[in-house]
């Protein structure tokens, strides 16, 4: 089993970064797939990204966030990360990681543990 804790998430205006981090418990984590999604109020939650089990893994973005956002992983400290670049209004969201357990890297469903979320708000 694996517990799923994110940070990072605030208040960023249009243009800016923020550094999300998902710290997992449990000694499994190395061998699971991590995504990151996001829910906007009002719309149903969206792959954003995500990132193969072993340290620099394949990594699969949903096109409105290519070239602008990136996952990394640090097995050795059991955290996953997703680096926002050019951040826009339409970013804003609660930002969740997740654990892979099968099934389509996008989908929700393939994600078996999830966090609680973290807040990214862009104002313009």
């Known amino acids: 089993q694996v517990q799923l804790v994110e940070s990072g998430g605030g208040l960023v205006q249009v243009g800016g970064s923020l550094r999300l981090s998902c710290a997992a418990s449990?000694?499994?984590?190395?061998?699971?797939?991590m995504g990151w999604f996001r829910q906007a109020p009002g719309k149903e939650r969206e792959f954003v990204a995500a990132?193969?089990?072993?340290?620099?893994?394949?990594?699969y973005y949903a096109d409105s966030v290519k070239g602008r956002f990136t996952i990394a992983r640090d097995n050795a400290k059991n955290t996953v990360y997703l680096l926002l670049n050019s951040l826009k209004p339409e970013d804003t969201a609660v930002y969740y990681c997740a654990a892979r357990s099968g099934g389509s890297w996008l989908d929700p469903k393939s994600y078996n543990y999830w966090g609680q979320g973290t807040q990214v708000t862009v104002s313009s």
């Open positions: 990132i193969g089990w072993w340290n620099g893994g394949t990594t």
């Open positions: 449990g000694r499994t984590f190395s061998t699971y797939d």
